[in-house]
């Protein structure tokens, strides 16, 4: 049972990483796309939110060790 918690774990958080950044990436091209003179305030705040959805899957890991090794 602990190895499908891991499982579970760590499988929901990549995935919700996954979609949170190519949602963040995607509105990110709109605005580039719409005002290019904002082209690097909008990369900085991109790169920004990918590093806090980042670390979504690095908190399963780690919530899934915890279950594993228990």
């Known amino acids: 049972m602990e190895v499908l918690a891991a499982a579970i774990a760590v ?10 950044n190519g949602m ?3 509105k990110t091209v709109e605005g580039i ?5 904002q082209k690097s ?7 920004i939110g990918a590093g806090i959805v980042e670390v979504v899957p690095i908190i399963g890991v780690v919530i899934g060790f915890l279950a594993f090794f228990r």
Request: hydrophobic share 50%; glycine share 20%; no cysteine.
């Open 41 to 47: 305030a909008l990369q900085t705040t991109m790169f």
């Open 11 to 20: 499988g929901l958080g990549a995935i919700g990483a996954g979609i949170g």
């Open 33 to 37: 796309a719409r005002q290019p003179e």
């Open 24 to 26: 963040i990436v995607s």
